[in-house]
């Protein structure tokens, strides 16, 4: 191998362990920690015009910021990853930066917000006939309109969450969130 080839072969390297230990990463280490492999990962991959490597490292950048608390550059990162992964055509991996994007905003407090990337997936969910994705994304929303008090919504898209479960994880995490809505709904 040249040297131009030997360039590449430890940037694809680099780009993809990051990638690929994302989920040990985050059983292991603590945020701060992961960051600089995520990092490395992610130059790395714009190194090398490997655009999907480059969504799913700034993706993971975004999840360590959001688990630091600081959401405002988790939202950063998620922005940039919805750009990418949008370019690519890649409809699953723009529902998973949709999905970040809401639960940052939630974290601000911004539900409006996060209401409209949250709707944004669904349809896309719906698009790709993935239930699965389209269940989760209606938990995500009812968890929004919790936030807003609006419980009778919350409470319809539960519904419609336990509608299109299909085992009994997703089932029991529908009837959990009913359950913790009505108690805590004020008497009126």
């Known amino acids: 191998m040249n040297k131009p080839q ?3 072969a430890v940037a694809v390297a680099c780009s993809a362990y990051p990638c690929v230990g994302a989920a040990l990463f985050r059983l292991r280490l603590n945020p701060q920690t992961r960051i600089p492999f995520y990092e490395t990962g992610l130059q790395a991959a714009q190194k090398i015009g490997d655009a999907a490597g480059e969504g799913s490292h ?10 630091l608390g600081q959401a405002r550059k988790a939202i ?3 922005k940039q990853q ?15 930066a949709l999905g970040n994007l ?15 990337y949250c709707e944004e997936r669904i349809s896309i969910q719906r698009k790709l006939g993935d239930r699965r994705g389209e269940g989760n994304a209606l938990c995500g929303l009812g ?10 919504k919350a409470i319809d898209l539960y519904n419609q ?4 479960a299909r085992d009994g994880c997703m089932m029991k995490l529908s009837l959990f969130q009913i359950w913790e809505l009505l108690t805590e709904k004020p008497d009126k």
């Open 143 to 152: 968890l929004i309109y919790a936030n807003l008090k609006k419980f009778e």
């Open 76 to 78: 950063s990162f998620f």
């Open 82 to 96: 919805f750009i990418v992964v949008q370019k690519l055509g890649d409809l699953n991996a723009e529902c998973s």
């Open 161 to 164: 969450q336990i509608q299109i």
């Open 58 to 67: 700034l993706g993971n950048l975004g999840i360590a910021y959001v688990e």
């Open 102 to 116: 809401a639960n940052a905003h939630t974290m601000l407090g911004e539900n409006e917000i996060a209401l409209r």
């Open 6 to 8: 030997i360039k590449r």
